[in-house]
């Protein structure tokens, strides 16, 4: 069965950190880009980055401004998030996608395979 599982969130406090960890099971990424979306209470979700097949390219929204790092570690078919000075308006559950593609998508009708989500809650 092909999933994307992802992993790592929780409850932490304004300017701490976490890593998200999305792990492929059943292919791999090699041929996939991924892309991590946050969905926040009562908005749209919002594609925040993404990371090419080759690991080589990357994205991230505005909203980052440099706080984020995505990365892809191809002997584990494993992309991770790592969250920096991370503020309340990052609240959300994070959801990892797979595009059949070298590039990611900004539409998350164009993405094949999701993740169940992990939950970031940042708050005092």
């Known amino acids: 069965q092909l999933q994307l599982v992802e992993s790592g969130g929780e409850l932490v406090q304004p300017g701490g950190s976490l890593r998200l960890s999305c792990a492929a099971s059943?292919?791999?990424?090699?041929?996939?880009?991924i892309g991590w979306f946050r969905q926040a209470p009562g908005k749209e979700g919002e594609l925040v980055s993404c990371i090419s097949s080759s690991g080589g390219s990357t994205y991230y929204a505005d909203s980052i401004n440099g706080r984020f790092t995505i990365s892809k570690d191809r002997a584990k078919d494993t992309v991770y998030l790592q969250m920096n000075s991370l503020k309340p308006e990052d609240t959300g559950v994070y959801y990892c996608?797979?595009?059949?593609?070298?590039?990611?998508?900004?539409?998350?009708?164009?993405?094949?395979?999701w993740g169940q989500g992990t939950q970031v809650t940042v708050s005092s």
């Open positions: 996608a797979g595009i059949g593609a070298g590039y990611g998508d900004l539409l998350k009708k164009h993405y094949d395979y």
């Open positions: 059943g292919f791999t990424l090699d041929d996939y880009a």
